[in-house]
């Protein structure tokens, strides 16, 4: 018999045994594998939630009258592809009246050009209103598929290869943040669900922060117009981008030279947007059809300006048409907030002091301007002192959920806006660890939570189920897994070698865990027990209060994360801060 072996096998760590959450399981056996590999198995993992997002009911579905935001949409391809330019803007405006920037009103022609050709029907003037054919459902889906996929899915990818490098993270950690991102639950559920092009604006405003990552300032401005072209939600993260973009011309020395550069692209780039626009009624005014214009019913803002613009003078028709699209793009008269939303005036309104209608819409609009002003200014301030990239994502973030918070008009899908930027933080150094995981996801988890009861309506509780409890599960978070949040034996880094020995602190977990008591009571509550009598939306306005606190406290969240690692106090620079201070754009 032979003697035993002295030799004893090498003992493996525990944490290479047990994976730090579930997302690095599913792709640990793709570790090491090249991107070639990696990168489709992500798309293709995305892309099949979304399909199956697509399959269930819409916003407005069998809804009559209007039938909600797919009508809408649909609407816009009808009335760009069937009439002239300069009626887009003026068109029925009770029915659906087009009220983004004109390059979704370019985007729609392309769209309706598109489905024109396989069935006209689906986009014929007047008659095919309220539409419900189940092929017009599959292209319409398809369409927001494909946009996404060729704007928003590469600008993602490439933004996250220049942070994650920048960062120091390696490839495989960054795909874990890929795929994270990408499965955001709140934006599968508005633009695939409920129906929207959301991620079209939302892709060219990653390219823009992108092109800034990669010092190429001059196509960050090109970018970021574009965005504001397509939806102006995109303002929420216009202060901060100005910000930067002022500060890397006057720090850590002034380039006038520079800032002229991006002002005058800046310019070009508003002017190539409203070029067709602008053309279009030149056109129509002095060569197709000269008393179509005049025709026309003056906007508002028109009147309002210090002079009094004749209809017969050359400068007319641009006017009108610059009057009623800015008329159109920024609806005040619609009130302070629509619907019940998770932010501070409505939080206010339903719960402490009335708002509407014992204040003028005036007021109402100063009030919002004010505290909107004073959320953003810490921000903004802390990018233009230092102008640096690794501080944009936090910054965007921060000034996101101000304008989200605080600001006039604001829908509850807006809240995808703050989303985006916080849950790029997932690619940067530490953004797998416990600390900024946690707060990541408790964000997507409330921001789809509050979403819930327009979801609701549109059908699609399943599919917000789905999504959000398979979100929560792949990152370890509540109610799946509490490990993010307990105390860690071991000084070796999670599985993703982020921040090693990075902790969530007990604060932090105490607020997280009321908020996860309190999202999960609240839908026992909503599913088993009637509303008292007279108050039919407490339940709402309970999900309006809990929202507003949870937002609240990511805005601070990311407002300190900024402050940290911006350096701009002694003893709060972090160590990547220390490791390397950064040359400015």
């Given at each position: ?8 096998p ?12 579930p997302?690095v ?12 590999i ?7 993992a995305a892309?099949?939630f979304?399909?199956?997002t ?5 916003s ?10 797919f009508?809408?949409?649909?609407h816009?391809?009808e009335?760009t ?5 300069t ?5 029925d405006?009770?029915?659906?009246g ?19 050709i396989?069935?006209?029907s689906?986009f ?15 292209f ?31 490839s ?18 508005i ?9 079209v604006?939302?892709g060219?405003?990653?390219?823009s ?6 010092r ?5 401005s ?7 072209g397509?939806?102006?939600m ?10 930067y973009?002022?500060?890397v011309?006057?720090?850590?020395r002034?380039?006038i ?7 005058l692209?800046?310019?070009?780039s508003?002017?190539a ?15 197709s ?8 019913p ?10 009094n613009?004749?209809p017969?003078?050359?400068?007319y028709p ?13 609806p005040?008269a619609r ?14 309104h339903?719960?402490?002091h ?5 204040y003028?819409?005036?007021?109402l609009q ?22 640096s990239r690794r ?5 965007l ?7 989200f ?6 829908h509850?899908?807006n ?7 916080m849950s790029?933080l997932l ?5 797998l660890?416990?600390?900024v995981?946690a707060?990541v ?35 370890g978070l ?5 490990e993010?949040?307990?105390k ?7 599985a993703s070698?982020?921040s090693?020995?990075?902790e969530v ?11 996860y ?8 509550l909503?599913?088993c ?12 306005v ?10 609240g ?11 940290v690692?911006?350096g701009?106090?002694?003893g ?8 390397e ?5």
């Amino acid at each position: 018999m032979a003697p035993p072996s002295s030799h004893k096998p090498r003992r493996r760590r525990k944490h290479d045994d047990q994976p730090h959450f579930p997302l690095v399981s599913f792709l640990r056996p793709a570790k090491g594998e090249s991107q070639w590999i990696v990168l489709p198995l992500i798309l293709m993992a995305a892309g099949l939630f979304r399909w199956a997002t697509a399959m269930w009911d819409y916003s407005g579905f069998q809804s009559p009258p209007m039938h909600g935001d797919f009508e809408a949409q649909r609407h816009w391809m009808e009335i760009t592809t069937h009439l002239p330019i300069t009626q887009w803007y003026f068109h029925d405006l009770e029915w659906w009246g087009l009220d983004y920037p004109p390059l979704t009103a370019y985007h729609s022609w392309l769209l309706g050009k598109v489905g024109a050709i396989i069935n006209p029907s689906w986009f014929a003037l007047y008659t095919s209103r309220g539409l419900d054919d189940p092929d017009l459902k599959v292209f319409m889906r398809a369409t927001a598929f494909i946009s996404e996929y060729l704007i928003y899915v590469p600008a993602v990818v490439i933004f996250l290869r220049r942070y994650s490098l920048q960062q120091g993270v390696n490839s495989w950690e960054s795909s874990i943040a890929l795929l994270a991102i990408l499965m955001q639950p709140a934006t599968m559920l508005i633009d695939h669900g409920h129906f929207q092009y959301n991620t079209v604006m939302l892709g060219l405003v990653v390219g823009s922060v992108s092109s800034m990552l990669a010092r190429r300032a001059l196509w960050g401005s090109v970018f970021f117009v574009g965005a504001l072209g397509f939806k102006q939600m995109a303002l929420f993260y216009a202060p901060a981008i100005f910000a930067y973009l002022l500060g890397v011309c006057l720090f850590p020395r002034p380039d006038i030279l520079r800032l002229i550069k991006i002002g005058l692209v800046t310019i070009l780039s508003f002017t190539a947007l409203f070029a067709p626009l602008l053309l279009g009624a030149t056109y129509h005014s002095y060569v197709s059809a000269p008393t179509s214009i005049t025709s026309l019913p003056a906007p508002p803002l028109l009147s309002s300006l210090p002079f009094n613009p004749k209809p017969d003078a050359w400068y007319y028709p641009l006017l009108l048409q610059l009057a009623q699209s800015v008329h159109r793009i920024f609806p005040f008269a619609r009130g302070l907030f629509e619907d019940k939303v998770a932010n501070l005036w409505c939080a206010l309104h339903h719960s402490i002091h009335k708002l509407s209608p014992r204040y003028s819409s005036a007021v109402l609009q100063r009030m919002a301007l004010l505290a909107t002003s004073t959320l953003i200014t810490p921000p903004c301030m802390t990018l233009f002192l230092r102008p640096s990239r690794r501080l944009l994502p936090w910054a965007l973030a921060a000034t996101a959920w101000a304008f989200f918070l605080a600001s006039f008009q604001v829908h509850e899908k807006n809240v995808i806006l703050p989303l985006l930027p916080m849950s790029l933080l997932l690619g940067g150094e530490g953004g797998l660890a416990p600390p900024v995981r946690a707060w990541v996801g408790l964000a997507n988890i409330l921001g789809a939570w509050t979403m819930f009861p327009l979801l609701r309506r549109d059908g699609l509780a399943v599919p917000y189920a789905v999504l959000t409890g398979l979100w929560g599960w792949l990152l370890g978070l509540p109610p799946w897994s509490w490990e993010c949040y307990r105390k860690s034996e071991s000084k070796e880094a999670s599985a993703s070698a982020a921040s090693p020995g990075a902790e969530v602190g007990w604060v932090t977990t105490a607020l997280h865990a009321g908020l996860y008591a309190a999202m999960l009571g609240w839908h026992v509550l909503e599913a088993c027990v009637e509303p008292p009598q007279g108050k039919p939306d407490l339940w709402i306005v309970l999900n309006v209060l809990v929202g507003t606190a949870g937002f609240g406290l990511c805005y601070l969240w990311c407002l300190w994360g900024l402050l940290v690692r911006s350096g701009l106090f002694e003893g709060w620079k972090d160590t990547g801060n220390q490791k390397e201070k950064e040359k400015s754009l």
